[in-house]
């Protein structure tokens, strides 16, 4: 998908309302289950695990942190000193 400005105009209610909504979209995403499949129990208990087992949140706000704990987590090593600082604090790619 990508950014609709139309969509500024409407409300939540209005999104929810239409065709363009996914319902449950978490759970349809952590489960790679397609947005048109009906979801049961067993989605949902699967998703529930996922989420206890293979999810990281990191604070996009604070990404010199987040990629801090990935690399500790990991066990990532940085071939090269400040590598991905200076990844982080070159041109950023969203320009949104």
């Known amino acids: 998908r990508t950014y609709r400005s139309d969509w ?3 409300t939540f209610k209005d ?3 239409s065709d363009n909504y ?3 979209w978490v759970v349809h995403q952590l ?3 397609m947005p048109w499949v009906e979801l049961t129990d067993e989605h949902l ?3 529930k695990k996922v989420l206890k087992t293979k999810i990281f949140v990191g604070i996009a706000d604070q990404m010199d942190e987040t990629v801090r704990q990935l690399r500790e987590y990991f066990g990532w090593k940085e071939k090269e000193p400040f590598c991905a600082f200076n990844y982080l604090h070159s041109n950023p790619s969203n320009t949104n």
Do not use: D
């Open 8 to 10: 500024n105009k409407i």
């Open 45 to 47: 208990e699967h998703a």
């Open 31 to 33: 489960t790679g289950t």
């Open 15 to 17: 999104y929810a309302n």
């Open 22 to 24: 996914i319902g449950n």
